[in-house]
T-cell receptor, first 115, second 112 residues
Framework: GAGVSQSPRYKVAKRGQDVALRCDPI?????LFWYQQALGQGPEFLTY????????KSGLPSDRFFAERPEGSVSTLKIQRTQQEDSAVYLC?????????????FGDGTRLSIL | GNSVTQMEGPVTLSEEAFLTINCTYT??????LFWYVQYPGEGLQLLLK?????DKGSNKGFEATYRKETTSFHLEKGSVQVSDSAVYFC???????????FGQGTRLTINP
């Protein structure tokens, strides 16, 4: 079956531009997560949705980062006025239910490079 | 706050060698513990998990046991193959929150 799909796979933007990253979770998955992975590091949590509700955004590094999941399916992570330190791989994951012991299924990520 | 510490890599072994990748954690309460693997050119995949103390997770010949007394979840495999070359991440999720907290990853290379 289809896994988590992210687009674009690669994004290059100039400093100061706005970018939007898309995530299509596995159909029927209630929970959706965004993570940021710097080169050579483990992923770091950004934000969490349960259906359309954003229940945790404690990991968003600044108010330039905004995420939404308006219909409880597709999600978009938007970064405004990008900075060089925003360069990273952005990972989306989904899980079937609401329990913390349920595995998360990851997409291949979007590699963002800010020039 | 919660955190995960993995042994630093890279780790290079010969085929059929015994593998251990150490992982220790700090958490409030009793988290669920996971090992994820990232093969070259692929996304993160769940390798195994354990949800309570003394549970053993296993998959593809890999094993890890949830040790509450030492707050550890070390990954082991008795005989590694070239195809096991990948980056391995230890992670936890707290009972009160679904988000995963990852270690920094350990790059494993197996030589034929």
């Amino acid at each position: 079956g289809a896994g988590v799909s992210q687009s674009p796979r690669y994004k290059v933007a100039k400093r100061g531009q706005d970018v939007a990253l898309r995530c299509d979770p596995i159909s029927g998955h209630v929970s959706l997560f965004w993570y940021q992975q710097a080169l050579g590091q483990g992923p770091e949590f950004l934000t969490y949705f349960q259906n359309e509700a954003q229940l945790d955004k404690s990991g968003l590094p600044s108010d330039r980062f905004f995420a939404e999941r308006p219909e409880g399916s597709v999600s978009t992570l938007k970064i405004q006025r990008t900075q060089q330190e925003d360069s990273a791989v952005y990972l989306c994951a989904s899980s079937l239910g609401r329990r913390p012991d349920q595995p998360q299924h990851f997409g291949d990520g979007t590699r963002l490079s800010i020039l | 706050g919660n955190s995960v510490t993995q042994m630093e890599g890279p780790v290079t072994l010969s085929e059929e060698a015994f593998l251990t990748i150490n992982c220790t954690y700090t958490a409030t309460g009793y988290p669920s513990l996971f090992w994820y693997v990232q093969y070259p050119g692929e996304g993160l995949q769940l390798l195994l998990k354990a949800t309570k103390a003394d549970d053993k997770g296993s998959n593809k010949g890999f094993e890890a046991t949830y040790r509450k007394e030492t707050t550890s979840f070390h990954l082991e495999k008795g005989s590694v193959q070239v195809s096991d070359s990948a980056v391995y991440f230890c992670a936890l999720s707290d009972k009160g929150a679904q988000k995963l907290v990852f270690g920094q990853g350990t790059r494993l290379t197996i030589n034929p």
